[in-house]
Nanobody, 132 residues
Framework: EVQFVQSGGGLVQTGGSLRLSCTVS????????IGWIRQAPGKEREGVSC?????????????YSAHFVNGRFSITMDNANNTVYLQMNSLKPEDTAVYYC????????????????????WGQGTQVTVSS
């Protein structure tokens, strides 16, 4: 059984920073995609940032970030602890959402690399609220 332990999130003012972390366990493989999907009130779920568990840093498809990230967020992977981090800086009110940690080991997710609501495994979500 795939399990997630999420932490981070909370309330922050516009321009502030937060760091989300997610530790995954239960995969039978060391190779999977992992990242974050968010859902704002009244909106569809959308991919934020995802990364390969063990990627080639020279490869152009080892990670993905949505256009709205625009350099404000950084996703990193600690393979030794199966933990992914999302450092979010310069937060805006429109970043307010429930952020879900997601992961998927299927080949069709890894090649070509993708990031979205079609991921198979989901964490419980954590609320991020950015006040104006």
């Amino acid at each position: 059984e795939v399990q997630f332990v999420q932490s981070g999130g909370g309330l922050v003012q516009t321009g502030g920073s937060l760091r989300l972390s997610c530790t995954v366990s239960g995969f039978r493989t060391d190779y999977y995609a992992i990242g974050w999907i968010r859902q704002a009130p009244g909106k569809e779920r959308e991919g934020v940032s995802c990364i390969r568990s063990r990627g080639d840093s020279s490869s152009g498809d080892s990670s993905y970030s949505a256009h709205f990230v625009n350099g404000r967020f950084s996703i990193t992977m600690d393979n030794a602890n199966n933990t992914v981090y999302l450092q979010m800086n310069s937060l805006k009110p429109e970043d307010t959402a429930v952020y879900y940690c997601v992961a998927d080991p299927r080949p069709e997710i890894l090649h070509p690399f993708s990031c979205g609501r079609w991921y198979k495994h989901w964490g419980q979500g954590t609320q991020v609220t950015v006040s104006s």
